[in-house]
Nanobody, 122 residues
Framework: EVRLVESGGGEVQPGGSLRLSCAAS????????MLWARQAPGKGLEWVSS????????YYTDSVKGRFTISRDNAKNTLFLELDNLKTEDTAKYYC???????????????RGQGTQVTVSS
């Protein structure tokens, strides 16, 4: 059974930083394409960033390029998202996803965790 557990969310001021983690189990993490998605209040799920199985390829939605960094540790079955220079519009619940299809779009397919809340507020 796929299990994804996110952590690291919190409340920060604009310009602040957070590091999200996702502990994965129940599947071969080393061959999985992984991604982060987010859902703001009253909005649909938005693809944020994807990473290839070995970490050599990383992809970002335009609104987070240069501010967010996705990475992974295949030895520890863990996915990360570093969030820097946070803006109020980054406020959302962030989800870790094991991507099975359409891994660089809002129509991605695959199981996700319960999410971790990120709130950016002054």
């Amino acid at each position: 059974e796929v299990r994804l557990v996110e952590s690291g969310g919190g409340e920060v001021q604009p310009g602040g930083s957070l590091r999200l983690s996702c502990a994965a189990s129940g599947f071969d993490f080393t061959v999985a394409v992984m991604l982060w998605a987010r859902q703001a209040p009253g909005k649909g799920l938005e693809w944020v960033s994807s990473i290839s199985s070995l970490g050599s390829g990383t992809y970002y939605t335009d609104s987070v390029k240069g501010r967010f960094t996705i990475s992974r540790d295949n030895a520890k079955n863990t996915l990360f998202l570093e969030l820097d220079n946070l803006k109020t519009e980054d406020t959302a619940k962030y989800y870790c996803v094991k991507c099975d299809a359409r891994c660089m779009s809002d129509s991605f397919k695959g199981p996700r965790g319960q999410g971790t809340q990120v709130t950016v507020s002054s």
